[in-house]
């Protein structure tokens, strides 16, 4: 669980910016200077993907191509250590931010760009729960504020588990039981025809 001063923290702007221009600095030193045109962190209430008590670390590469994603896809091949590294340093000193993304500049006219997205801690292979399914769901305001007062409030720790502990929750229910008994008869019915 998350610990109460980590869901609460707001880096403060001039910590924020710090932490934005050693990323830089280290990403350009590894991965050759002007490589990485910006990073940003962007917290809690910065984008509505962003959960409380999180942060994410947004790498703004320079465009070195025509194609987008062959223009991800090449730096992430290329420079992997340099991204590995940047990994376990903020797992370290900035446990905070939960996720780092890898994108360009949006485009003029440009809705979306393409985003590689991925956990700022190094995968543990021997972690629980290796055999959960990812699910993506599109959730409305209302979902999303039930999810994060979860999370605030403490019950769950990010906005996965809460979807995790919701379910749960319904698995509980008597009607659910005889819905799976309904789901059984007419599964049953089926094979008659």
Known sequence: ???REIKELIVDQEEKERLERGAEEELNRRCGDRTVQKV???????EPAIEPGQAVLRVILTPAGED???TLHA???AHSEAIEELRKTIARTMPFVGRVELTLPAQPGERKHP???MSADPPDRTAPGRNLTPVMARLDPGDLEVLDALIT?????????????????????????????????????????
Do not use: C
Request: hydrophobic share 40%; glycine share 6%.
């Open 1 to 3: 669980m998350i610990s």
């Open 40 to 46: 940003e962190v962007l917290q809690y209430g910065d």
């Open 115 to 117: 985003v590689i997205s």
């Open 75 to 77: 730096f992430e091949k």
């Open 68 to 70: 987008p994603d062959t």
């Open 153 to 193: 409030a403490g019950i769950v720790p990010n906005r996965a588990e809460g979807v995790r502990w919701a379910l749960a929750r319904i698995r509980e229910r008597p009607a659910y039981t005889q819905l799976r008994e309904h789901i059984g008869k007419i599964d049953e019915l089926k094979a008659q025809l």
